[in-house]
Structures are given as structure tokens and as C-alpha cells.
């Protein structure tokens, strides 16, 4: 019996439910083991949506129904609840994570303003720039470090007698500043690569549009 078709976004959420096989072609001989194992299955009418309810004992798959009382909130919390998966694998592949509420974008501009003046003459004359040009971009970039800390964090505490934090085990015995929340380490990293990139593209543009209205 063929309840409905799936769509690509659906067929390994429910493979990974029942646990059968995926097939290529129907061109193959089929067990009955390829057709997987339901514990119960269930129709369920939730706010007027129509849902097929699959149960299994053996899985690790769980479902979440997001409810809202207009569609712009339900695709919203559904962004949200998909960054929060994606945050939480990586998290698992890597667990390292970095001090959130704007500390490790504190703790940042504190490391490049003493490393500053030991990188002025040696960066200068490998990027073939005048040092007063070095010195403006690294401002710059500086003040847009400390611009995130103030919008994480209006609260941010004094960094300025605390070494760059590297990374942070996900581990008991990591316990500096226990009460602020830790972000994952691989989307800090990814997200600051991406905003370096987005500039020297921006940089590279010579010819824009205004729109005055």
C-alpha cells in the first residue's frame, strides 16, 4: 500500500525511521526486511493540519510539529530549530566552543591591539601598502570586533587583562566564566571568515547604485 510520495527532504528522515532499504530501481529482489519496521502508526490532526504519525521502538529519530498562528512565525522557528540542529552537529564532529556574550570578540581586540605594533612593518611590506594603510584597515576590522561585542552583549565585562581564549573544551574542568553561554566553534569561525570575504569583495566594487528614495 503507497501512502504518499516523499520528496528528497523527507525519504532519509523516514528510511531513518523505519529503518528499510533504499531502493534505485525496482529492478532488484526485495526481502522483506528492505520494507523496514513501524511499532505503531497513527493519524493525527493537529491546528487543522493533517499529519501521519510513524512510531518506532529500535529508532533514534524523534519528531517536532511547529505551531504558530501566522505561516512568517511557523518558517521562522523552523530557521531557528534547523541552525540549532546544524549547530549541535558540529558541535558533536567538534567539540570545542568559544565564549559567547561578545567575550571572545572582546578578548579578540585586545590580542590584535598588542600584537599591532610588532605587525605593522613586517604585514606592510608583504602586502606592498604604506603602514598608515595597514593601520586603518586593522582599526577598522577592530571596530567592527568591538561593534559585535556591544551588540551580543551590553553587559560585556572588562577584557582588558585577559589572554585571547583559543578554544574551550566542552569539558568540566574548563570552568572560567561559568555562567556565560559558549558558541560553537566552527560557526564563529565559518561566520567571520565569510564577513572578512564579503569586505574585500565590497572593496573590489567600483561602480554602485543609491537609491536616495
Same mark, same amino acid.
Given at each position: ?40 502508526? +497513527? ?6 493540519? +493533517? ?163
Amino acid at each position: 500500500m503507497v501512502l504518499d510520495r516523499l520528496s528528497l527532504t523527507h525519504i532519509k528522515a523516514v528510511q531513518q525511521v523505519t529503518g528499510a532499504r533504499l531502493l534505485s530501481t525496482l529492478h532488484t529482489s526485495i526481502s522483506e526486511t528492505d520494507f523496514g519496521y513501524l511499532s505503531n502508526v +497513527s493519524h493525527k490532526v493537529i491546528f487543522g493540519k +493533517s499529519f501521519l504519525h510513524m512510531e518506532s521502538l529500535t529508532s533514534n529519530v524523534i519528531t517536532m510539529v511547529i505551531c504558530n498562528r501566522t505561516e512568517q512565525s511557523v518558517q521562522e522557528l523552523k530557521r531557528v530549530c534547523e541552525n540549532a540542529d546544524v549547530i549541535l552537529r558540529h558541535s558533536l564532529v567538534n567539540p570545542v566552543a568559544l565564549f559567547g556574550s561578545g567575550i571572545t570578540e572582546s578578548s579578540l581586540v585586545n590580542h590584535l591591539r598588542k600584537q599591532m605594533s610588532a605587525l605593522v612593518s613586517p604585514v606592510s611590506q608583504e602586502l606592498h601598502c604604506k603602514e598608515s594603510q595597514f593601520i586603518a584597515v586593522a582599526n577598522a576590522f577592530i571596530e567592527c570586533l568591538q561593534t559585535i561585542a556591544k551588540l551580543a552583549s551590553p553587559m560585556t565585562p572588562n577584557t582588558d587583562d585577559m589572554e585571547l581564549e583559543e578554544d574551550c573544551q566542552l569539558r568540566p574542568e574548563c570552568n572560567k566564566l561559568t555562567d556565560t553561554p559558549l558558541d560553537c566553534y566552527t560557526m564563529k569561525i565559518n561566520a567571520l571568515k565569510v564577513s572578512i570575504e564579503i569586505s574585500n569583495v565590497v572593496l573590489q566594487i567600483n561602480n554602485y547604485i543609491h537609491d536616495k528614495n
